[in-house]
């Protein structure tokens, strides 16, 4: 099920808003909409509310555009008017339909346009230019039917396809945040892995479509999934993920599980006043035990001060369809470097910068592996 936002804008074509919007609901999915002044002149409030649980027409200080941008895994903004995509082009947010679609890009999720107007005006330069700058943004274009001289709003199964996304129904497990071993009843050995990368990749996949399941450690950060299941130890994590590798299509191994446990876990609480020596002893590789076993996509990360190499390293001890490639610094930072090479071992993505660009590359990859599907 996707949380859709349909924008509305003033096209001739609005009238078919509540058909499409009925239409989403009929499948399962949960509609809101926004429309703007333009678009009521087009079609009724009555009719857009017929079809939604709830149409924001302005916004008021209670920052709807806020409210809707963090509910939605998607705004389908359909018709889309060439004012409206001009204005998303170059970040001018004025209507309730452009700021909450500017917004809910901010916040990492998906935006579907389908331009609808005269074909003239589809051809004209600024809309070309519009449209190029929203697709380099990462917005999909739902393209139009260009029929009578006209550039028609796409046909209902495009527009549902286009929300449901391309990963709908697969379902991906993905391991985040690292996790915890005792020393005693007080204290842990970890590291510093937020879960940031995990919940970023979370958010991408059900952003397509695609059902989650979060298996994971303490997070520092909110991490969007149908299913999680939080776990402590390495050997917990290990356990959670193989229980599940029957029932999902694709696992990514996102998590910096720790490496070392205390060989004896001390009872109640050890004295803070004296030495201890604590002999760490190797928990299991989840990846090398997990990947063998497992038919579906399988992505691992690497982290290595020699990224690339350290990556063809594991490529030679465990199948994995992909993998991750970053240094130790990119632990619980919020931008780093990536290098993505497949089973063959060859470089096929390097990402740099903020970590949803990670997240947007590897869905992208699972979906060129398992879309359609
Ligand atoms: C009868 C009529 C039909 C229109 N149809 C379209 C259309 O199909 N596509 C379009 O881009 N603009 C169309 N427009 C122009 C838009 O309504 C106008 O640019 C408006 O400012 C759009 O505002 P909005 O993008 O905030 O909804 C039409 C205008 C009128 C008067």
Redesign the pocket.
Known sequence: MVNVVVG??????AYRAPDLCRELERRGHAVRVV?????L??VGRDALGLAAEEVVTELTERAEHVRLAEWADAVLIA???????A?LAHGVAD?P??LTALASLGAGKRLIVA????EP?YRSPPARRALRRLREMGVTVVPPRIEEG?AKLAGLEDLVRAVEGELAGVRVLVTGGPTLEPLDDVRVLTNPSSGRTAALICEQLRAAGAEVILVHGPLRVEAPADERVEVRTTEEMLEEVRRRIGDVDAIVMAAAPADFRPRERAEGKLDSRSRHTVELVPTPKIVEEVFPEFDGVKVAFKVDPDPVEGARRLLERVPCDLVVANPPEALGSESSEWWILDREGRVVRRVRGPKVRLARALRDLLIERLGGG
């Open positions: 509305v804008t003033g096209s001739v074509a429309a703007t002044e333009s678009a002149r087009f018709p889309a008017t060439l004012n409206t995509l204005k209507t339909v452009t331009p609808a107007m005269a005006m006209k």
